[in-house]
């Protein structure tokens, strides 16, 4: 049985890897600060799955805390989620973000390297695109970031590139996600946001439990199918999956390999609330407002090479994302509570 480190393995995507992971027979050790998430996600994970993952409330910043999980156990490979991701925010406090996503990093690989664990998996994201020249978008596209978050992602790419050139023996996987939405289909865990949220899908469901008036949508004059922001929603549990193969990738000594993971398709605004619609069985007020700054107007991914190396392949369309999204959503209406 091998031993997977998940850092920020009690978030919204590191949850529903851990459960994957487990699934699939992996023995799981969570590192999580909980800066956003909290500490139920453990007995969700256990109602779901049977086993209570081993679980250190550490700061990945804090070398000598995090020195004890590798000092303590046997670690095989890590995968590395933990990180702050509100882009807006790290408009105003780049400071933060470059503290704790690298600092963070930089400390989990030198202690991969004193330890001798060779196998990473890191949380990239398509924010390293910046606006892509075209669509959909593969990964020799040229990468450019147009805020302090993408920045924390491409310079930790960078320095992930940098060390897989001179240490052969490393296995890193770059994976870059697209727009992850969607929960476990035992509405157990899920995306729980603190405050109004960042991103769309919360939003939505935020106003079908009643908690906003309505959606506001960020611009309807874009160049795509209805004029609203056109994205490669990819469900949770898909993108958890993902993780799965490409630890068994990692583990045949794959040295540096770099992955989309998404659908492939793209779906505009307006098409996920018509969908959302549909999943709840009720209508969900919206206004068209103006755009919101650094939005782009369609992001979608080629996944061919994820398929042609991984197998990886997303199986839930964005009715059954909807659904899975309300299904948590309406059993949790205040995220997460005993
Ligand atoms: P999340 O905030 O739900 O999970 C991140 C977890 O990391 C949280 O539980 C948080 O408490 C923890 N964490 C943060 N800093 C830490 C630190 N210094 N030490 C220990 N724990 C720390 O976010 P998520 O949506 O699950 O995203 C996971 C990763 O995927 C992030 O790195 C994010 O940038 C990346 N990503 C997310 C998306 C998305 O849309 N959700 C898209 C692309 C990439
Ligand atoms: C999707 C679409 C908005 C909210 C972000 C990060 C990216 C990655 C994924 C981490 C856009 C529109 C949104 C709302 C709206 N995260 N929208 N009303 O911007 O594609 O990507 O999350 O790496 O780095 O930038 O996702 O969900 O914020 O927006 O109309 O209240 O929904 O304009 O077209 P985005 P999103």
């Known amino acids: ?4 480190l998940v850092t920020g393995g009690m978030g919204y995507i590191g949850s529903h890897t851990v459960v994957e992971l487990i699934n699939k027979n992996y023995d799981v050790i969570i590192v ?4 956003n998430s909290n500490k139920i996600v453990l007995k969700r994970i256990n109602i779901i799955t049977g086993v209570t993952p081993k679980f250190y409330e550490v700061d990945c910043c804090d070398y000598n805390n995090f020195e004890k999980i590798f000092k303590e156990n046997k670690i095989d490979a890590v995968i590395h989620f933990a990180g702050l991701k509100a882009v807006g925010e790290s408009v105003n406090l780049p400071l933060k973000y470059y503290q704790n996503n690298l600092i963070s990093t930089l400390n989990l690989i030198d202690l991969m390297n004193k330890y001798n664990v060779k196998n990473l998996v890191f949380s990239s994201s398509a924010t390293v695109y910046g606006a892509p020249k075209s669509v959909p978008i593969d990964e020799t596209f040229d990468l450019h970031v147009t805020n302090p978050y993408g920045r924390t992602k491409l310079m930790i790419e960078d320095m992930l590139r940098d ?9 890193c996987a770059l994976l870059r996600y697209f727009n992850p939405i969607g929960a476990h289909k035992s509405g157990l865990i899920g995306e729980n946001p603190n ?7 919360p939003y939505i469901t935020q106003v079908a439990i009643g908690k906003r008036e309505f959606l506001g949508i960020f611009g309807n004059d874009y160049n795509t199918v209805d004029g609203t922001g056109v994205r490669d929603y990819i469900h949770v549990c898909d993108l958890a999956l ?3 193969l490409t630890l068994d990738k990692l583990f045949t000594n794959s040295g540096l390999v770099t992955y989309n993971l998404g659908t492939g398709k793209g779906t505009s605004v307006l098409e996920l609330h018509d969908a959302f619609e549909k999943a709840c069985g009720f209508k969900i007020p919206y206004k068209i407002m103006p755009r919101r700054a650094g939005d782009i107007d369609s992001c979608y991914a080629n996944c061919d090479k994820a398929y042609k190396e991984i197998g990886f392949k997303a199986q839930y369309n964005i009715d059954d994302m909807c659904k899975d999204s309300w299904n948590w959503q309406k059993n949790n209406p205040d995220g997460y509570t005993e």
């Open 1 to 4: 049985m091998k031993t997977i």
């Open 195 to 201: 405050g109004i949220p960042n991103n769309l899908m």
């Open 242 to 244: 993902g993780h799965v």
């Open 163 to 171: 060390y897989c050139f001179v240490n052969k023996d490393f296995n």
């Open 32 to 35: 999580d600060n909980l800066y």
